[in-house]
């Protein structure tokens, strides 16, 4: 891992572990995409969710969504984060179409729809090897924190 990669992560999200659903930024394209990475490991299930079979909830794969846009919109915004935070505002048309299992890797695709002050819409999928997983439209609305 990239530590001063994953500090540029720390720096933009206030998500901490074990709510921390990035682990690496793959590609930024200012002002119109991001790409992520989360790696799944046995230790991100929870032992009550199907127990007899682990499958990564799929509210943490809209999480690991949302923060991808988070992070967006941190990189994206030059005054950055000391007293600015984004929250999930809207989620629509979310659809799952794989299980996600311990040992994959979530690549988080974050597209900017449409931006009217103060709310972000994105367009955001997960794939695993080039694999859809999981599509969904998100609303961010950035708030000031004074």
Known sequence: MDINKFDKILKCLPHRFPFLLIDKILENVPNISITTLKNISSNDFFLGHFPKKLVYPGVLILESIAQSCGLFCALNNQK????ELYYLSNIQNSKFKKLVLPGDQLIIKIILKNYIFPAYKFFG???IQDVLICSATL????????
């Open 139 to 146: 609303t961010l609305i950035k708030k000031n924190l004074n």
């Open 80 to 83: 950055l984060l000391k007293n």
């Open 125 to 127: 999928t997960v794939l």
